[in-house]
């Protein structure tokens, strides 16, 4: 895409950062709509901040524990950092903290999240686990705009994987995340290439 200027992208990571690493390696195709411009992570000894600064990703870690229980502060500190490097889509990629109403209301429509369940089932934690207990035949993830409730907001997209009967939250987490690392470059693809619209709790393909 010569002549268009490239979104600049944050990715919020707080562990290991394998959706991070997809994203990176998509945003290296020449025609790719985005740049990941910075990783920023509220863990010093998160794995994705290794993969990003061999990228050549600048990063960026915000602890926030001298914040204690100040969301509003620790979001303030992120914000500062976002506009400084003039950042105009936020991806959430395994970042394990809630974020204050108005900083997500700030972003909204411009920070999105992928989740390792097929939404609105699963919000939360262990999905894996708690997919094979439900007893389900189809999981999957799901790639949502943010908004303040957790795990909530306008589904952009859905990736599905049969339960097989033979799986351990291991294999079928496995399963989940290859279809992850599709799911979230294609998702940003179309953000930032200006391809969705928000219309009340959908989106839809312009
Ligand atoms: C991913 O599976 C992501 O979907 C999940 O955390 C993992 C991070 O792995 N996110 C959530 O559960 C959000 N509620 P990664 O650091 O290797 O990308």
């Known amino acids: 895409m010569s002549g268009v200027r490239k979104k600049r992208v944050a990715v919020l990571i707080s562990g290991r950062g394998s959706n991070m690493a997809a994203l990176i390696d998509a945003a290296k195709t020449a025609d790719f709509p985005a740049e990941i411009a910075l990783v920023l992570s509220n863990k010093a ?40 490097e003039g950042i105009e889509i936020v991806c959430l990629a395994g970042f394990m903290r809630i974020m204050s109403e108005e900083f997500v209301n700030g972003w909204f ?74 799911l979230y470059p294609e998702t940003l693809r179309l953000l930032a290439s200006g391809a969705l619209v928000i219309s009340g709790n959908r989106v839809l393909r312009s």
């Open 109 to 182: 429509g411009r920070m999105i999240n992928i989740h390792p369940a097929l939404l609105p089932l699963f919000k939360g934690l262990d999905t894996h686990a708690r997919a094979l207990e439900a007893g389900v035949k189809l999981h999957g993830c799901s790639t949502h705009f943010v908004t303040p409730g957790m795990d909530e907001g306008p589904i952009i997209a859905q990736a599905a994987v049969p339960v097989l009967d033979d799986d351990t939250p291991e294999t079928l987490g496995a399963r989940v995340l290859a279809e992850e690392h599709r």
């Open 45 to 84: 000894d998160a794995g994705g901040l290794a993969i990003a600064a061999a990228n050549g990703i600048k990063t960026v870690v915000i602890d926030h524990k001298p914040f204690g229980r100040d969301r509003a502060a620790f979001d303030a500190a992120m914000q500062a950092v976002l506009v400084a």
